[in-house]
């Protein structure tokens, strides 16, 4: 189970670091930083959504503890690959990176974050295993 878990993170990482660069070089010259944000807020989400439909799938977790654990394992990998990047690929200040997870500051990954969680959650119970 945590090898496939795995698996979706670093499908999930390659699809979101290319949303955050296509938000960055396009969405901000397009829309503005403000609705950018917003424009990549939602499309991650669809990645999270597809890649939760694809994990539990896979993985077809007995439990709802079970489908729990996708989605907590999958946002500790992505909050540490968010983590890695920012302070060692991008050298930001850790009071910079926080910053990406508040929402009063017009930041959107915390809420990602919490909805990783749950999407696995939704889809075990929809897909009624």
């Known amino acids: 189970m945590i090898l496939k878990i795995v698996v979706g993170?670093?499908?999930l990482a390659f699809f979101e670091t290319i949303n955050g660069i296509f938000r960055i070089h396009y969405?901000?010259?397009r829309v503005g930083k403000k609705y950018a944000k917003i424009l990549s807020f939602l499309l991650g989400l669809i990645w999270v959504f597809l890649?939760?439909?694809g994990l539990v799938l896979w993985v077809e977790p007995k439990t709802t503890l079970e489908a729990f654990y996708i989605g907590v394992l999958l946002a500790i990998l992505m909050i540490s690959y968010d983590l890695f990047v920012g302070r060692v690929l991008f050298k930001?200040?850790?009071?910079?990176?926080?910053?990406d997870f508040d929402p009063?500051?017009?930041?959107?990954l915390g809420f990602g974050m919490?909805?990783?969680v749950v999407i696995p959650l939704f889809l075990y119970w929809t897909f009624d295993f």
Not at 92 to 99: A, P, T, V
């Open 51 to 53: 890649v939760s439909i």
């Open 92 to 99: 930001l200040s850790w009071s910079k990176i926080f910053e």
């Open 27 to 29: 969405l901000h010259k």
């Open 104 to 108: 009063r500051k017009g930041n959107l």
């Open 114 to 116: 919490m909805l990783m």
């Open 9 to 11: 993170f670093f499908v």
